[in-house]
């Protein structure tokens, strides 16, 4: 009997493929095309305590191997979320994470109070590290000192699962992470879109509104497998590899680097059972591989 | 926004079908026909099917295209598109017989009011490719129809009779004034909209923004109801991306996004982009 079971502090996942927030919705627009169950979990669209519009159009640019976005973390705000898209999440077997973005240090504990008042979620997804705010967002996740004070902060405010999704536009993501390790996060999910740039050469205009945006898709796998093997060796909590996976190749990269979960980010746009298919591709692979457990794959990177 | 997960994108199906037949309308416009049992019977006007065009990263996202023209009985649809770069490029290419990967039907569609003396439908360009499943619709009911379709030249023109097969009465327009009324569509509308507003008509159109920023006027000016389609930039056509975003003219504080609330819109809900 395989055992495809993780574990991110005290919550185990029954399988190590979780999807990226941003690209899942809150799993019921999913709901049509595979049984979500199958999945070790999900994690919602960032969740801020009120409502954002977001950025206006165009938001999105396809680039080679990738696409940038800028839809500036719109949501119902946290008070639509429990009475509209937690309920179908509740309903859910599988693990479900809630990610958690704000302007101020103390929103992300806002969001957090108002979620674990009405229960059901198995843990939480602090963002520091969205780059297409004005306020808060990649501003926190570049700064260890914020990073730590906003880990402990969210930390004081659940005894559930607590994972610090970090930025790779840092000079050192290695200090990030050792800076909400120390404030007790239990995993850390790595990596966020890269800051990117496209320029429409007819009309001299940026490809998005904003003129900057967050890049992700296939594009980005090797950076963020670099920044996983950089974190990996800097702290004991456990990561989540993110970053451009498509197949179940790159699943194995990211857990072979260390990862002990993987999020399928971009290609849920593109294939939206890949998640589905993925737990069943990693299944068959242990099968063939006489692989028994996850931990005979993580980290057994050879150097 | 509508907090809700759209009820027709909920109901859609990731299939792959069988490229049937291509036609080059022009020599960078090509008709597609495409067999699938799973897609058409829930096809509705103005509905649009998200191609994966290559087993690919690079083109990286599906391509939305409307529905130009369903056979429920012999279970295919049709698409029209112009080449216009690397993705429409691949999806020309594809050999006859060959599977295409499909998601559809999305968004929500046109909608055909109970009384209506009759149906105008505006298409600037490619804009036409929702109306002939439209059409079809329209025709079921005995709806009569007229269509207003600008072009910059008379190369496409050659579908209209697909149009007129289904006794649709059609006026063109050229930029050039190769062929038909020497101007825009909507001046051409213009010039007979006086007539048209003495009956229940409803105004059903799709073309690019500028064209549709002037229609709106027209049909608020005349005070006819116009259902707009608008076409964006989008990641994934099923309400998750959160990238179609348009301005919502009923409340300032909020988007309305292509995929979940569109892409036809009743003109008084959105403001077309430039």
């Known amino acids: ?303 | 926004m509508k907090n809700t997960v759209s009820p027709s994108n909920l109901s859609s199906k990731l299939t792959r079908g069988i490229l049937l037949e291509k036609k080059f309308i022009t020599r960078s416009i090509i008709k597609m026909r495409i067999a699938n049992e799973e897609i058409v019977d829930l096809i509705q006007p103005g509905q649009f099917i998200n191609i994966r065009v290559a087993d690919s990263f690079s083109p990286l996202l599906r391509r939305p295209f409307s529905v130009f023209r369903v056979n429920k009985g012999e279970n295919w649809f049709e698409i029209l598109f112009q080449i216009i770069g690397k993705g429409t490029q691949l999806l020309a290419d594809t050999q006859i017989g060959a599977e295409v990967d499909l998601l559809g039907p999305l968004g929500n569609g046109f909608v055909i009011p109970k009384k209506l003396d009759f149906a105008v439908l505006v298409a600037g360009g490619l804009g036409i490719a929702p109306l002939l499943v439209l059409t079809q619709e329209l025709k079921k009911t005995n709806i009569p129809t007229i269509l207003f379709w600008g072009n910059r030249t008379k190369d496409a023109f050659t579908i209209v009779s697909d149009f007129e097969k289904l006794g649709v009465k059609v006026f063109l327009a050229t930029d050039d004034g190769s062929f038909g009324f020497n101007g825009t569509v909507t001046e051409l509308l213009n010039t007979t909209v006086e007539n048209i507003k003495k009956s229940t008509v409803e105004i059903f159109t799709c073309g690019p923004n500028p064209m549709l920023k002037t229609l709106k006027k027209i049909s608020i000016n005349n005070n006819i109801p116009c259902q707009i389609s608008l076409e964006t930039q989008m990641a994934c056509g099923f309400g998750v991306c959160m990238g179609c975003n348009v301005t919502s003219k009923m409340d300032s504080e909020q988007y309305k996004y292509v995929c979940q609330h569109g892409p036809v819109f009743d003109s008084w809900e959105i403001e077309p982009g430039d």
């Open chain 1, 1 to 303: 009997m395989i055992d495809l079971s993780v574990k991110i502090g005290g919550l185990k996942f029954a399988n190590p493929i979780l999807t990226a927030s941003g690209t899942f919705g809150s799993g019921e627009e999913f709901s049509h095309f595979f049984d979500l169950n199958h999945l070790g979990g999900i994690v919602s669209k960032a969740v801020t305590p009120e409502p954002r519009i977001g950025n206006p159009s165009p938001r999105i640019a396809e680039t080679p191997c990738g696409m940038l976005n800028s839809i500036g973390l719109t949501n119902a705000g946290v008070k639509q979320f429990v009475k509209e898209k937690l309920p179908f999440l509740q309903s859910l077997e599988t693990k479900v994470i809630v990610n958690v973005a704000g302007k101020t240090i103390d929103d992300f504990s806002t969001v957090i109070k108002n979620i674990e008042d009405a229960g059901g979620v198995d843990g939480y997804e602090i963002n520091i590290s969205c780059p297409n705010v004005k306020e808060g967002g990649m501003a926190f996740g570049v700064d260890p000192i914020i990073t730590g004070k906003i880990t402990g902060q969210t930390r004081n405010a659940t005894d559930k699962c607590l994972i610090v999704k970090l930025s790779p536009n840092v000079t050192s993501i290695s200090d990030i992470a050792i800076a909400a390790e120390n404030e007790g996060a239990d995993g850390l999910s790595v990596i966020n879109t890269l800051v990117g740039m496209a320029v429409d050469v007819n009309t001299k205009r940026p490809k998005l509104a904003t003129v900057k945006g967050g890049l992700s898709g296939p594009a980005i796998k090797p950076v963020a497998i670099a920044k996983v093997f950089e974190v990996v060796n800097a702290v004991k909590i456990p990561v989540i590899g993110v970053g451009g996976i498509m197949e179940l190749n790159d699943v194995l990269e990211f857990l072979i680097t260390g990862a002990t979960a993987i999020q399928v980010g971009t290609a849920n746009f593109v294939s939206p059972q890949i998640s589905e298919q993925l737990v069943f591709d990693l299944k068959n692979y242990c099968q063939k591989n006489s692989i028994q457990t996850m931990a005979d794959i993580i980290g057994s990177l050879k150097i």
